[in-house]
C-alpha cells in the first residue's frame, strides 16, 4: 500500500491500482488525478477536511466510490450520497478495510459547540485521527499521522499523544495554519516523541509518498 500526503489533512492511499482518499479539504489543492477511486472518508464536517468541490472532482472521475463519514458529515453534505460510520465499525471496500474510531472532535472552546469526528485505522497499518486525539485502544499502530497545528492543538498535546500511541512510525499532518518555522519546530517536538517509544519520524512533505 502506498501513502501520499497532501496539503493540510489530506491522504491518498493506493493498493492492486485502487485508491482511497481521507479528507480532501479547502487548505489541499483540487484534487484531479481520482480515476479508480473506491472510497472517500471525511472524519468531520469542517471545510479543511471536505469541500463539494473536491468530492465533485473526485466522483466525476470515478462516479462509484463510496463516501464515509460520521452523522455530522452526513448532515452537512446533505447533497451526497454519504454513508454514516460510528466508532467501533469496520468497513470492507476493494482492497481497504477501514476501522473507526474516537466519535468526537477536539474540544476549539467552550462557546463552539464539539462536532463528530471518527479516525480511521487503513489495513490495519495507518492510524488517521481526524480532529482529535483519539487514541486507537487494542491497536499496534504502524504509521500513526499526528495533527501537528490547529486552532485546538498545543504541541504539548500532539507530544503526548504520541508518547501514548507509541507508533513504529509517524508523521504530521493539519499543517497548513503553520508557518515554515513552526512545521519545522513541530515536527522535531513530534520526532522527538516518536523516538521515546522506539518508532521513527517521517517528516513528508506534501507530494511526498511512502510505502506501507
Same mark, same amino acid.
Given at each position: 500500500?502506498?501513502?501520499?500526503?497532501?496539503?493540510?489533512?489530506?491522504?491518498?492511499?493506493?493498493?492492486?491500482?485502487? %485508491?482511497?482518499?481521507?479528507?480532501?479539504?479547502?487548505?489541499?489543492?483540487?484534487? !484531479?488525478?481520482?480515476?479508480?477511486? @473506491?472510497?472517500?472518508?471525511?472524519?468531520?464536517?469542517?471545510?479543511?477536511?471536505?469541500?463539494?468541490?473536491?468530492?465533485?472532482?473526485?466522483?466525476?472521475?470515478?462516479?462509484?466510490? @463510496?463516501?464515509?463519514?460520521?452523522?455530522?458529515?452526513?448532515?452537512?453534505?446533505?447533497?451526497?450520497?454519504?454513508? !454514516?460510520?460510528?466508532?467501533?465499525?469496520?468497513?470492507?471496500?476493494?482492497?481497504?478495510?477501514?476501522?473507526?474510531?474516537?466519535?468526537?472532535?477536539?474540544?476549539?472552546?467552550?462557546?463552539?459547540?464539539?462536532?463528530?469526528?471518527?479516525?480511521?485505522? @487503513?489495513?490495519?497499518?495507518?492510524?488517521?485521527?481526524?480532529?482529535?486525539?483519539?487514541?486507537?485502544?487494542?491497536?499496534?499502530?504502524?504509521?500513526?499521522?499526528?495533527?501537528?497545528?490547529?486552532?485546538?492543538? %498545543?504541541?504539548?498535546?500532539?507530544?503526548?499523544?504520541?508518547?501514548?500511541? %507509541?507508533?513504529?512510525?509517524?508523521?504530521?499532518?493539519?499543517?497548513?495554519?503553520?508557518?515554515?518555522?513552526?512545521?519545522?519546530?513541530?515536527?522535531?517536538?513530534?520526532?522527538?516523541?516518536?523516538?521515546?517509544?522506539?518508532?521513527?519520524?517521517?517528516?513528508?512533505?506534501?507530494?511526498?509518498?511512502?510505502?506501507?
Amino acid at each position: 500500500m502506498r501513502l501520499t500526503k497532501f496539503e493540510h489533512a489530506a491522504l491518498l492511499l493506493e493498493l492492486s491500482g485502487k %485508491k482511497l482518499f481521507v479528507d480532501p479539504g479547502s487548505f489541499t489543492t483540487p484534487i !484531479t488525478d481520482a480515476a479508480n477511486t @473506491v472510497a472517500v472518508v471525511i472524519t468531520h464536517e469542517h471545510a479543511d477536511h471536505w469541500t463539494p468541490d473536491q468530492l465533485n472532482r473526485i466522483l466525476e472521475q470515478s462516479p462509484d466510490a @463510496v463516501l464515509y463519514g460520521p452523522e455530522g458529515v452526513a448532515a452537512a453534505a446533505s447533497d451526497f450520497p454519504v454513508v !454514516t460510520v460510528a466508532p467501533g465499525e469496520t468497513v470492507e471496500i476493494g482492497p481497504f478495510t477501514l476501522r473507526f474510531f474516537g466519535g468526537r472532535h477536539a474540544v476549539i472552546h467552550s462557546s463552539i459547540p464539539v462536532i463528530d469526528n471518527v479516525g480511521v485505522l @487503513v489495513n490495519e497499518v495507518l492510524y488517521y485521527p481526524g480532529d482529535s486525539f483519539a487514541v486507537p485502544e487494542g491497536v499496534e499502530v504502524d504509521l500513526l499521522a499526528v495533527p501537528a497545528g490547529a486552532p485546538w492543538l %498545543k504541541i504539548g498535546e500532539a507530544i503526548d499523544y504520541v508518547l501514548e500511541v %507509541k507508533p513504529q512510525r509517524a508523521f504530521g499532518t493539519h499543517e497548513m495554519v503553520l508557518s515554515v518555522a513552526g512545521k519545522n519546530m513541530a515536527a522535531d517536538r513530534l520526532a522527538w516523541a516518536t523516538a521515546q517509544g522506539g518508532g521513527e519520524y517521517v517528516n513528508l512533505q506534501p507530494g511526498d509518498s511512502l510505502d506501507l
